[in-house]
């Protein structure tokens, strides 16, 4: 069970970095269209936040991504890879070990 357990913990660890990335991306246009003010204290607080959780992410791949002008891919890319690949991943991972113990 205690497989399970780590299977469901690191499924939420994803769920919650997805819905930073979402959040970091959409604060990031609503800061360059200036619908958000970036002097704000808390604004500029929570945008620091999420770039110091996201960024680390997005920088490797954007480094691999060809450029295409101001559109940034990276956070699609990030996205795709890991609903398409790591948790299927996860959930192979999760059966294998499963089957293996009984």
């Known amino acids: 069970m205690l497989i ?3 299977y469901n913990i690191i499924l939420m660890l994803i769920q919650l970095f997805t819905w930073a990335l ?3 991306c959409v604060m990031s246009m609503l ?10 204290r ?4 929570v945008a620091i936040f999420l770039g110091r959780i996201v960024e680390p992410v997005l920088n490797p791949v954007r480094s691999i991504l060809p450029q ?5 891919l990276s956070p699609l890319v990030v996205l795709l890879g890991l609903q398409y690949l790591l ?3 996860l959930n192979r991972l999760l059966i294998a070990s499963l089957h293996a113990n009984f």
């Open 4 to 6: 399970i357990t780590l």
């Open 22 to 24: 979402i959040l970091y």
């Open 31 to 40: 800061l360059s269209f200036r619908i958000l003010d970036p002097s704000n």
């Open 42 to 45: 808390f604004i500029y607080n």
């Open 68 to 72: 295409f002008g101001a559109m940034d």
């Open 87 to 89: 948790v299927p991943v």
